[in-house]
């Protein structure tokens, strides 16, 4: 079965990135994720950026594309507007497949005014924007910028743009759902529902009640043409995430989620 991975970092060298590839049974590296694409029938990944806009902070493996991201490092010292020309840059080159947004890391709303350009250039470019919903990996960010409903006005607002709910909006399952199912222009991955090492058939039976949530509320979605395999390696470990996707989604949909729909949402 070939497999797109349409949610990852890609960060070598960094500590942060390097102790929790250990927690999930990786290493940080090019060669070792190589080699997991090999092992898998991984064909490609979409690499999520959160560095900087230079070029130089966004050389990769050629097995790899990315987004570029805007993110809450960046805005600490710059409007969102100076990464107008930048960002058109990147949209132009062949392995940069969208744009990468961080609400909740970054006290914005995504409807705000000041990104009307960035949604502008993506429909320029036909590039899909890739949004952060829900929960948040630290404490310092602010839950109510990432609630997946903020997504549903700039969906309805922006129908000649493509958005990609990451993360499906976890854990408001219920309200990702509603505002997958209800805008044509929305898609969402799969990815940072797992992290580190797991013993899958115990975390079956663990997390059997938010398993079936999430199962639930997938389901009444029904926009399998819609989902798409991630996993927001380093952070899960490859073969886990594969066999907790399959748990979740119907195998007669398997082949959509896992290939199809990122490779068309995506244009890889």
């Known amino acids: 079965m070939k497999i797109i991975d349409s949610h990852l970092h890609y960060c070598p060298g960094s500590p942060y990135f390097d102790e929790i590839a250990v927690r999930a049974e990786h290493i940080n590296s090019g060669e070792h994720l190589r080699e997991q694409y090999q092992i898998y029938e991984i064909e490609t990944g979409v690499v999520m950026g959160n560095r900087g806009l230079s070029f130089a902070e966004h050389d990769y493996p050629d097995f790899l594309h990315y987004c570029i991201g805007i993110d809450s490092h960046y805005l600490k010292h710059h409007d969102i507007s100076d990464a107008h020309d930048m960002i058109e840059q990147h949209l132009q080159r062949d392995a940069c497949a969208g744009i990468k947004l961080y609400p909740g890391y970054s006290p914005v709303y995504i409807s705000d005014a000041r990104y009307e350009p960035i949604y502008e250039l993506a429909k320029t470019y036909g590039k899909p924007v890739a949004v952060h919903m829900g929960q948040t990996a630290g404490s310092n960010a602010f839950l109510k910028y990432s609630h997946p409903l903020t997504l549903d006005e700039v969906a309805v607002t922006h129908p000649d743009v493509r958005f990609i709910m ?50 639930t509320w997938i389901a009444y979605a029904h926009c399998y043409d819609k989902l798409m395999f991630g996993t927001d390696w380093p952070l899960a470990n490859y073969g886990d995430y594969i066999g907790f996707t399959k748990a979740v989604i119907p195998k007669k949909h398997w082949d959509n989620v896992f290939y199809r729909n990122a490779k068309r949402i995506y244009s890889l």
């Open 166 to 215: 990451c993360h499906f909006g976890n854990p408001w399952l219920m309200d990702a759902a509603a505002v997958l199912e209800k805008n044509e222009n929305v898609a969402a991955d799969l990815s940072g529902l797992l992290e580190g090492k797991l013993v899958l058939a115990e975390l079956l039976e663990e997390q059997k009640g938010y398993v079936e949530a999430l199962k």
